[in-house]
């Protein structure tokens, strides 16, 4: 596990195995009389400054030792104990937060949500399929327990500051897409990644994933850092790029199938792999 500082308010957690990144923000609520200074120096300046802060952890790191290792983070950092857990999508591999932080309810998109409620147990069915295939032990079985449907598009208030949260899906048929605004920082979930092609996983999903993909290149010009699902952090540039790649892919797969042409720095055998399975996806919806 690797973890490093995005902003004083943001940590990025990345998983060794499947390149799995967790991100950890604080929302600061400020004092009364440092909010009454600042509004007298500056009446619409976002306060940053306080005594008091709130932490949600967003998505998940995957091994159990880097699970057992969130709460000694956070307090390493100085962040305060979380207080809710986010999850960008409905992929076992983002929902594992829980065990973590047993108690704490699981925020995601109404999506995501239904999706839920619709596949009882898929996500800890996947852990364990997963878990056995590498002989990975764990103490307990994951639970999601509470969770909490969030409108999106829409905000979710942390501290005295607001998280973005805005429409995602063609990855998968849910999901959504966070904007850190004070911080610079788009958690953008299974897109935009430097290491994997657009990955069909519900059927011709296609439409769905460009227009997610518009709405992301519209983001990228208010962030400098976006955090992908799997895959090191990028600056906004480099999205904008990743972004074009993608939507060149995808309207080559859906015109030449089999012979689209994948981006250029992901023609790997997983990746290969990858474009097998968007192509029977096609086929399937």
């Known amino acids: 596990m690797r973890a490093v500082s995005l902003h004083p308010d943001v940590l990025l957690v990345t998983s060794a195995l499947l390149r799995v990144n967790c991100v950890i923000v604080r929302g600061r609520v400020p004092d009364a009389e440092t909010e009454a200074e600042d509004r007298a120096e500056n009446p619409v300046r976002v ?8 932490t949600f952890v ?9 699970l057992d290792a969130l709460p000694a983070l956070l307090e390493q950092a100085r962040f305060p104990a979380p207080s809710g857990l986010l999850a960008t999508h409905a ?28 596949e009882p147990g898929e996500a800890q069915r996947a852990l364990r399929d997963f878990d056995e ?20 598009p829409g905000r979710c208030e942390i501290g005295g500051q607001e998280l973005e949260l805005h429409t995602a899906q063609g990855h998968t048929a849910d999901g959504m897409a966070i904007v850190i605004p004070w911080a610079g920082v788009l958690v953008a979930g299974d897109y935009l990644s430097p290491v994997e092609i657009p990955q069909l996983n519900a059927g011709d999903r296609i439409d ?10 519209g983001l990228l010009e208010r962030v400098e850092q976006v955090v992908p699902g ?24 859906r015109r030449r199938g089999a ?14 792999a990858v474009h097998e399975h968007n192509l029977a996806q096609l086929a399937s919806g």
């Open 133 to 152: 295939e590498l002989g990975i032990d764990r103490e307990r079985p994951l639970a999601l327990g509470a969770v909490q449907p969030l409108p999106v």
């Open 259 to 272: 012979d689209a042409t994948l981006p250029e720095d992901r023609r790997s055998r997983g990746q290969r």
């Open 47 to 54: 306060i940053q400054a306080g005594t008091a802060a709130e």
């Open 91 to 118: 992929d076992w591999d983002h929902v594992l937060g829980r065990l973590a932080f047993p108690g704490l309810a699981l925020g995601c998109s109404e999506s995501s949500a239904h999706r839920l409620a619709q």
């Open 208 to 217: 769905e994933y460009l227009e997610t993909l518009e709405r992301l290149r």
């Open 230 to 253: 799997h895959g090191s952090r990028i600056g906004s540039e480099q999205a904008i790029e990743i972004c074009r790649q993608d939507v060149a892919y995808l309207h080559d797969l």
């Open 58 to 66: 967003i998505d998940s790191p995957v091994l159990p030792d880097e």
